[in-house]
């Protein structure tokens, strides 16, 4: 079992920056894939970005495409995301997840932290 919270919300103009962090206890953060989740008040959630274990693979959902960057700091159990050219529409808590296993964090199914909340003024 493995535990996550994330950081680096807040209210932010549209055009502008965050950069969300994730710190992971646990002593098998370096296996474990990451992924960005994020829900929006009366909507799904929905999957932002992943990263295997060792950063080399990555996705991201094609709204984000060009504008978030995922990264991982294996050494400081950190995972990252670098939203540049924000937009009111990715106003919405964004959570990260944590499995040894992608597919299990793709489905949504891993361990989860409490969230942070963004939200981009027009």
């Known amino acids: 079992q493995v535990q996550l919270v994330e950081s680096g919300g807040g209210l932010v103009q549209a055009g502008g920056s965050l950069r969300l962090s994730c710190v992971v206890s646990?002593?098998?953060?370096?296996?474990?894939?990451m992924g960005w989740f994020r829900q929006a008040p009366g909507k799904e959630r929905e999957l932002v970005a992943t990263?295997?274990?060792?950063?080399?693979?990555?996705y991201y959902q094609d709204s984000v495409k060009g504008r978030f960057t995922i990264s991982r700091d294996n050494a400081k159990n950190t995972v990252y995301l670098q939203m540049n050219s924000l937009k009111p529409e990715d106003t919405a808590g964004y959570y990260c997840a944590a499995d040894p296993f992608l597919p299990t964090v793709v489905a949504g199914a891993g361990s989860w932290g409490q969230g942070t909340q963004v939200t981009v003024s027009s």
């Open positions: 990263s295997t274990w060792s950063g080399g693979s990555t």
């Open positions: 646990g002593r098998s953060f370096i296996s474990y894939a």
